[in-house]
C-alpha cells in the first residue's frame, strides 16, 4: 500500500503557491519528502515525526496529521529552481528504515 | 564531504546477463538501501544493509542480491537479467538505517 499522492502534476508561475498532499490507508509515524529533478537523485527535504511540529525547508513547508493519516507539503512564493518531481515516503514493513514512496507529483514552475 | 557514490552510472545489458552494481555511502554512515525505480514511479525498496547484515528486503525476486563490506560500501547483483529491470537504481545511506537516507545519483540500467 503505497501512499497515495495529490495532484499528479502542477504548474505554477514563479512567485504562486502550491500544496500537495500525500495520504495513507495505515497508521503513520512519520513522513518523509523528497525532491528528484529530472536525470538525478532524490533529494531530501524534511522528516516529519509523529508528535513533532510542522518543518521547514526554505520556503518550503510541511505539516503531518496523525489523525487523517496524511501530510502535506506547502511551497510558497515557489522559484524556478522548485521544479521538480516531489515524493512522500511512509516507513512500512514494521520498521521505520523501509520506505514506501508515492507515484510522485511533478511541479513545473514557469517564469 | 563526498556524498553517496555509484557506479557505474550507465549500464547496457542482454536478457540473461548477470549485473553487479556498488555504492559507497556517505563517511560515517553504516547503512546502506538500494530502491529500484522504473519510470514515472517512486523508488521501491529493495534492500537495507547494516554493519553488513541484511535488516530488511522488499518484494524483489531472489535474482536480487547484495552484501556489505567492512568499510560499509555495498553491491547490488541482479542474475538473469530481465527487460522488465530496466530502472534507475538508487542507493541511500543512514547513520544508522532509522534516520535520513541521503541518495546517490543512481546506476541506470538497461536490459535489451
Known amino acids: 500500500q503505497q501512499p497515495v499522492q495529490s495532484p499528479q502534476a502542477v504548474i505554477l508561475r514563479e512567485g504562486e503557491d502550491a500544496v500537495i498532499n500525500c495520504s495513507s490507508s495505515k497508521a503513520l509515524y512519520s513522513v518523509h519528502w523528497y525532491r528528484q529533478k529530472h536525470g538525478e537523485a532524490p533529494v531530501f527535504l524534511m522528516i516529519l515525526l509523529k508528535g513533532g511540529e510542522q518543518k521547514g525547508h526554505e520556503k518550503i513547508s510541511a505539516s503531518f496529521n496523525e489523525k487523517k493519516q496524511q501530510s502535506s507539503l506547502y511551497l510558497t512564493a515557489s522559484q524556478l529552481s522548485y521544479s521538480g518531481t516531489y515524493f512522500c515516503g511512509f516507513p512500512r514493513g514494521g520498521s521505520n528504515y523501509k520506505l514506501t514512496f508515492g507515484k510522485g507529483t511533478l511541479l513545473t514552475v514557469n517564469p | 564531504d563526498a556524498g553517496v557514490t555509484q557506479s557505474p552510472t550507465h549500464l547496457i545489458k542482454t536478457r540473461g546477463q548477470h549485473v553487479t552494481l556498488r555504492c559507497s555511502p556517505i563517511s560515517g554512515h553504516k547503512s546502506v538501501s538500494w530502491y529500484q525505480q522504473v519510470l514515472g514511479q517512486g523508488p521501491q525498496f529493495i534492500f537495507q544493509y547494516y554493519e553488513k547484515e541484511e535488516r530488511g528486503r522488499g518484494n524483489f525476486p531472489d535474482r536480487f542480491s547484495a552484501r556489505q563490506f567492512p568499510n560499509y560500501s555495498s553491491e547490488l547483483n541482479v542474475n538473469a537479467l530481465l527487460l522488465g529491470d530496466s530502472a534507475l537504481y538508487l542507493c541511500?545511506?543512514?547513520?544508522?538505517?532509522?534516520?535520513?537516507?541521503?541518495f546517490g545519483p543512481g546506476t541506470r540500467l538497461l536490459v535489451l
Open positions: 541511500a545511506s543512514s547513520k544508522g538505517g532509522f534516520e535520513t537516507q541521503y
